[in-house]
């Protein structure tokens, strides 16, 4: 933490590998759409994400979309792999190792019809907030929209002074120049502290199953989470606020299943939340009712409402696809009002259109007319609690997919290919929905094998099983490894049985394989 350049930010440890759904232009847009907002959609739009990461987000999206996408990460070694995937998929994303600061300062920027900033607003200064809000009133078109996610409060503030032992202790007190020793002093200063019966803990009495959770974490999302020098965290009202200069209105969560309300909210807090007649003051006091610690939400320049025609004629034009067996697909799902069975005579016949032709993506026009006699109304909140829930995913339209497919093709298949040395990218594009989409190193490696024309699951196990066996790893199965190449080859043969069985058909729905 001693580098000038990084302005407090935890750069000793690498960020994660991971994906977000939340910063693909055609979940964006469908989010908005459910709530009633136009969105800026065109095939030669220009997106940009501020601190992409290891740039797997960005890449997924800038191979799977049709537009361009700029990018900036200020870590250089995150910047550098990421440059690394998009000239393997040659996909023309234009990405940076710039500050916040040095980006705004650029000239060859082109107005942009989406920025996104995920995991990014929380964990920066205040003078750095003030830049994102400056690049976006200069560089967001009038109709375009802005994706935020932060730490957000009431429901950070009984864990916010445990988050500020952790960043204290690695600024004064550590020990160490190894970032996962820090890491760990650092948790186990807290632990000693809370075992010591502050007054803090008295009045806080989750705050050790919350420690323990911590401690279970990979330690590249806790470094990143809770040992930067700066943690703004805000209430919903504060950052409408803040992005008010940049003409921002607030228009949405990245969250579909906020729009079921039954989910989220007693009846009591239904009523009671009627009788707010202000937006701003209305959500803030859902965030209460649901004690809302991190919040996802889309911001408009210039908010266009739909009519109601409208919006039911773009719905309606929407294609959706299922992103896993039907028959996997959960019986209920969870919301902080509790639990909720999906029904069968609503959920059955919806994924049973889905999975039709080969799980091939369909339009809600054609799933209307598929699962008769269900209305409109109960097929979107079916269609939107699915999406919630990541079983379903809405499409791009057909065109699109046609410009990005060969693109797609290339980046998956050099993905695959890394497979063969590491599990940290677990994702893989897909033309149909604009986004990635989770496929496991195994998975991967099943697809190499097809690929090369093997068509036998257990000539797929074993090129997986001689992949792992040469860099000495074995299979877990339960809590305990698999310690000979019989045990590991019979799992392997199993998880490909299932992956014929199961998986392939989704993954060719997808374009995947």
């Not at 010591?196 to 009045?203: C, I, M, S, V």
Request: charged share 20%; glycine share 6%.
């Amino acid at each position: 933490m001693s580098n000038a350049w990084n302005e407090g930010y935890f750069t000793d440890e690498g960020y994660t590998y991971s994906y977000s759904r939340e910063i693909n232009p055609v979940f964006q847009r469908y989010c908005l759409l459910l709530r009633g907002f136009a969105s800026l959609d065109s095939s030669d739009g220009y997106h940009c994400e501020l601190g992409f990461g290891q740039g797997v987000s960005i890449n997924i999206h800038a191979t799977a979309n049709p537009g361009t996408f700029v990018g900036t990460d200020f870590h250089p070694g995150q910047a550098a792999y990421a440059v690394e995937l998009a000239a393997a998929a040659n996909n023309g994303a234009r990405l940076y190792d710039d500050s916040f600061e040095q980006l705004l300062a650029r000239t060859d920027l082109p107005q942009f019809d989406s920025i996104s900033l995920h995991g990014i607003w929380t964990w920066v200064s205040r003078d750095n907030q003030k830049l994102i809000v400056e690049f976006t009133r200069r560089y967001l078109k009038p109709g375009g929209h802005l994706y935020v996610s932060y730490n957000s409060f009431p429901g950070w503030s009984p864990s916010a002074p445990l988050r500020q032992l952790f960043s204290l202790h690695d600024r004064f007190a550590n020990t160490s120049s190894r970032p996962d020793q820090r890491i760990d002093a650092a948790l186990q200063f807290s632990e000693a502290l809370l075992a010591a019966n502050p007054k803090y803990a008295a009045a806080a009495p989750s705050l050790g199953a919350r420690l323990q959770s911590i401690k279970g974490q990979d330690r590249q999302y806790v470094a990143h989470e809770y040992f930067n020098r700066d943690w703004n965290c805000m209430y919903f009202a504060d950052m409408v606020d803040a992005l008010a200069p940049a003409k921002l209105d607030y228009a949405t969560t990245a969250v579909p299943l906020d729009s079921v309300d039954p989910l989220n909210l007693s009846a009591e807090a239904m009523d009671f939340l009627e009788t707010i007649a202000h937006p701003v003051m209305r959500e803030q006091a859902r965030d209460y009712f649901v004690n809302q610690h991190f919040r996802r939400d889309l911001y408009v320049r210039g908010a266009n409402r739909l009519s109601a025609a409208e919006r039911r004629a773009q719905m309606l034009h929407t294609r959706f696809v299922l992103l896993q067996p039907a028959t996997s697909v959960p019986a209920a799902v969870t919301g902080p009002a509790g639990e909720a069975s999906l029904q069968v005579e609503i959920y059955g016949p919806v994924l049973d259109a889905l999975a039709d032709q080969a799980y091939a993506a369909k339009s809600m026009r054609q799933l209307l007319g598929a699962t008769a006699p269900l209305t409109f109304d109960d097929l979107e909140q079916a269609l939107a609690v699915l999406v919630g829930m990541g079983v379903v995913a809405p499409c791009q339209s057909e065109a699109s997919e046609s410009l990005v497919q060969d693109r797609c093709a290339a980046l998956n298949l050099q993905l695959c290919k890394r497979s063969l040395f590491t599990a940290k990218v677990q994702v893989l594009s897909s033309p149909v929905t604009g986004g990635g989409v989770t496929v496991s190193r195994f998975q991967q490696l099943f697809l190499i094998s097809i690929k090369q024309g093997r068509k036998l699951p257990a000539e797929w196990a074993q090129l997986a099983w001689g992949v792992i066996s040469e860099q000495n790893e074995v299979l877990i199965k339960g809590d305990q490894p698999l310690l000979t190449a019989e045990q590991n080859l019979a799992e392997l043969t199993e998880q490909a049985q299932a992956f014929a069985e199961q998986s392939l058909v989704v993954l060719r729905a997808l374009k995947i394989a």
